[in-house]
């Protein structure tokens, strides 16, 4: 074992008692929970409870963010999204029967969230604008509140935006297949201690790529393989 | 909604009480509540005594006037015989108010020739087995069967609302006074006009009980929330020392049995909107009654019908052979009490989901019933076919099975975002000829670029397909033949969009896309 490795051990371990000394000292984060490789993006591992997040253009990250939540037995409201898909939100993991949507919230917004707030531990927003003063007072709701607000588009004075870029699928070809997965990098950047960008190759939906072809699957593959030629049927 | 009869018979309490004074049937009587009239029969009325007319004043108007006293006791009593006349000839008789009786009309009506035939039948039968005068109506739901009774009339299944329309607002009387005014002040005279306010605006100008009398107007389920068939345990039993057979032994036992019979459903979070009252005589005779409410029943509701139908039943022409020696009330129908009545929820198991339904209930409040919507899963092919969304507090039941195969559903992932509206798609091939699906369910072209909504063509990175659904062919009002394509094209931004085409009447729209 060479030297600069035992430096940078040395440093992990160092920073390993840093952060422990942080974590006891600072008050205790409560959170709710997020798919395993969505809580990499958060710096306390998952939604935190009175926080105020954006999810920039991805209705699929929007619900992959609030499966977790409603299988622990919180309840999520979704309001102004009325073409929300809500097979591929129970396909995500939410469930729907602690899911409640008000598509056209209209004119009344910030007072049906604000009521939602009061109820719900996760309620989700899109509105095309919401003033700068209604925002903020929602905000400060669901900080009292000890909810999660989470808005699909800009929002003034957020702790974390999301930003789901470059979409990739797989699975589908040309004539054949279908859409199997589909993965996408999520950058996260926000203020305090979600300062530090984070940035993750994320599976959106569906399956994630499998392993490229070896030798020894590709062997294996044609041992037992009795399937047709893909698009041979067609 | 459940098809009904309703037995009306007009005047009940002048009727009753002018039986009990021993009056003549065709002389002037009132009955007076607090020095107003609430009820006068047809000889009273033809000489201007009507509703709301101070005593003073109908006294002047018809001298001889008997003034009769307000005692729903008696009313309810003297109404036993009624109802049971009406049992003879059908099963399900529920009481709604001493008065009024209503009973499923598919029964009677497939039994009998016709609806009108079971009419003729009731009012005969009420006539000569509890002498009494009745009109008969049915209609779609109790609040236009009514409407119907109050003028003997049959209105065809499915055409309430339309019956109910021309009718004046002042059909609410005498229970929304406040809110007839209010309506006819704003120049809302006829239930027609209200039931045509958006559901939404009623509920943020009106309040909670203008939603429910919107409903009503609209002919649609008097009950917002969903019945639901209660546990059987939730009965409560009574038996009494000696066999009850005086009338003050059974109001005092009516009333612990409804206080046990609230607290059990309480505890359930539960509102029992019908009600069946059991007695068993200490000679083996089964009695029984059904009450039905259009309000969840409060403790004392509850002990108020139990002891109508007890002294009904031990002061009634029929009355049974020995004293009651086991009382049992069992709810029929229950609602769920966080619909209509919070504070029955008290913490509970689930504390969340009782915060969320306030919540819920709150957001319907300001917006309108329709406006909060709970998603329900069930079978189908397409992404929105497979998705029913219930306004919350109705009941949860999916618009399809989800358990037989659905041939020609798509594999998962689905599409994140489904348009409520369609939207249209031009699928190009490789010499920019429109790209079709053929009768065989085969593509007419390789799709080369796609279009959507009259934007730019973007080019096909990858596609699958058709899925043919051919539904209910069999059917020629339901069948539809459609084909699904996956569509993966270039987005605007580095990446890349999928869409979910289908192609029906020979034009493709964009069913749902992976946002």
Redesign the interface.
């Known amino acids: 074992m060479s030297s600069p490795e035992f430096a940078s051990r040395a440093a992990t371990r160092d920073a390993d008692r840093l952060a422990a000394a942080l974590a006891a000292s600072a008050p205790t984060v409560e959170t709710l929970p997020v798919r395993a490789d969505l809580a990499a993006l958060f710096p306390w591992g998952g939604l935190r409870r009175g926080g105020t997040v954006v999810v920039h ?4 990250l929007l ?1 992959a963010l609030l499966a977790e939540a409603t299988g622990a ?3 999520g ?1 979704v309001v102004g999204l ?10 995500l993991g939410v469930r ?11 004119a ?1 917004l910030g ?2 969230v604000a ?7 996760v309620v989700a927003v899109a509105a095309p604008r919401v003033a700068d003063a209604v925002a903020r007072r929602l905000s400060a709701r669901a900080r009292g509140r000890r909810a999660v607000l989470l808005s699909l588009g800009a929002w003034p004075g957020a702790e974390v935006e999301l930003r789901s ?5 797989w699975g ?11 993965t ?1 990098l999520v950058r996260a950047r926000g203020r305090g201690a979600a300062t530090r960008p984070v940035q993750r190759f994320v599976t959106l ?2 399956e994630s790529i499998p392993p490229p072809l070896t030798h020894s699957i590709i062997e294996h593959m044609f041992e037992t393989s009795t399937t047709a030629e893909p698009g041979g049927d067609r | 909604m459940t098809r009904l009869f309703v037995v009306w018979c007009p005047d009940w309490p002048v009727v009753a009480a002018g039986r009990v004074a021993g009056l003549p049937l065709d002389a002037p009587a009132a009955v007076v509540v607090a020095n107003r009239v609430v009820a006068a029969n047809a000889a009273a009325r033809g000489a201007g005594v009507g509703r709301d007319v101070r005593r003073r004043e109908a006294q002047g108007r018809c001298p001889d006037l008997v003034v009769l006293p307000d005692d729903p006791d008696r009313d309810a009593r003297l109404f036993e015989p009624v109802a049971a006349a009406v049992e003879r000839l059908a099963v399900g008789v529920e009481v709604v108010r001493p008065g009024v009786v209503a009973v499923p009309a598919r029964g009677p009506a497939a039994y009998f020739d016709s609806e009108a035939d079971v009419a003729e039948r009731l009012i005969d039968q009420v006539a000569a087995a509890a002498d009494a005068e009745c009109v008969v109506g049915a209609a779609d739901g109790l609040f236009a069967a009514t409407r119907a009774a109050h003028r003997g009339l049959i209105v065809p299944s499915g055409r309430s609302a339309e019956f109910l329309a021309p009718l004046d607002v002042r059909e609410f009387l005498p229970d929304r006074a406040e809110l007839v005014d209010l309506l006819r002040r704003l120049g809302l005279r006829t239930l027609g006009a209200f039931a045509a306010l958006p559901e939404r605006d009623v509920a943020t100008r009106f309040g909670a009980d203008a939603v429910l009398a919107h409903r009503l107007a609209r002919g649609a389920q008097e009950r917002p929330p969903a019945r639901r068939r209660p546990p059987d345990d939730l009965a409560v039993t009574h038996t009494p020392d000696d066999p009850v057979d005086r009338v003050q032994a059974a109001a005092f036992a009516a009333r612990g049995l409804a206080e046990r019979l609230h607290t059990r459903l309480a505890g359930h979070g539960l509102a029992c909107t019908r009600l069946a009252v059991e007695a068993t005589t200490a000679h083996g005779e089964h009695l029984r009654r059904v009450w039905r409410c259009a309000e969840p029943l409060t403790s004392a509701g509850i002990a108020d019908r139990v002891r109508w139908q007890l002294d009904g039943w031990l002061l009634g022409p029929d009355r049974p052979t020995a004293g009651l020696a086991r009382l049992r009330l069992v709810p029929e129908d229950t609602v769920d009490g966080r619909a209509l009545q919070l504070e029955l929820w008290q913490g509970g198991q689930d504390e969340r989901a009782a915060r969320a339904a306030r919540a819920m209930t709150h957001v319907q409040g300001l917006l309108g019933q329709g406006a909060v919507l709970t998603p329900v899963l069930g079978g189908g092919r397409g992404p929105a076919d497979r998705v029913r969304l219930v306004p919350w507090g109705d009941e949860r039941t999916p618009a399809t099975p989800a358990e037989p195969p659905w041939p020609g559903r798509l594999p998962a992932p689905s599409p994140s975002v489904v348009p409520d509206r369609p939207l249209p798609a031009a699928v190009l091939g490789p010499v920019g000829e429109q790209v079709g699906v053929n009768g065989r369910f085969a593509l007419t072209a390789e799709p080369v670029s796609v279009a959507v909504e009259g934007g730019p063509a973007r080019p096909v990175l990858g596609w699958a397909g058709p899925w043919p659904a051919d539904e209910t062919w069999w059917d020629q009002a339901t069948a539809r033949r459609r084909a699904r394509l996956q569509v993966l094209v270039e987005s605007t931004e580095d990446g890349q969009t999928a869409l979910l085409l289908v192609r029906e009447d020979r034009k493709w729209t964009v069913e749902g896309m992976y946002d």
């Open positions: 253009r991805s209705t699929a619900l037995g919180s309840w409201a009325p073409r929300l898909g809500v097979v591929a939100a129970a396909e729907v029967e602690r899911l409640a949507l008000v598509p056209a919230p209209g009344e007072a049906v009521a939602l707030l009061d109820g719900f531990d870029e470059g979409d990739r699928w589908l070809g040309l004539g054949h297949g279908h859409l199997r997965g589909r996408a939906q569906g």
